[in-house]
């Protein structure tokens, strides 16, 4: 059974740092695109950023030069860089991959984690 396992949230003041990282468990043949996406309270979940296996990313506007998202491919492993954060960024983050294994094509998501900008 291949499940996605998060780490990394908490609180921290404006302009501080946080980094999340989310491993894949199990035996997997084929790990494609990663990506964390987040949904504060009263909104929608939208995506944050993503990064194919070849290491091409995409960023939402608003974390664009503050957020750098990275992957380690033999750890299926994906993680998420916040710098400056802002009050904004306040939500739950949720990893997600689409992966291959014995069973098929999956996609996950990891179980959330909580980060809370605040002073």
């Known amino acids: 059974q291949v499940q996605l396992v998060e780490s990394g949230g908490g609180l921290v003041q404006p302009g501080g740092s946080l980094r999340l990282s989310c491993a894949a468990s199990g035996t997997i043949f084929r790990n494609d695109v990663m990506g964390w996406y987040r949904q504060a309270p009263g909104k929608e979940r939208e995506l944050v950023t993503s990064i194919t296996a070849g290491g091409w990313t995409n960023y939402l506007d608003s974390v664009k030069g503050r957020f750098t998202i990275s992957r380690d491919n033999a750890k299926n492993t994906v993680y998420l860089q916040m710098n400056n954060l802002k009050p904004e960024d306040t939500a739950i983050y949720y990893c997600?991959?689409?992966?291959?294994?014995?069973?098929?094509?999956?996609?996950?998501w990891g179980q959330g984690t909580v980060v809370t900008v605040s002073s």
């Open positions: 997600n991959a689409h992966l291959v294994n014995s069973e098929g094509y999956h996609e996950l």
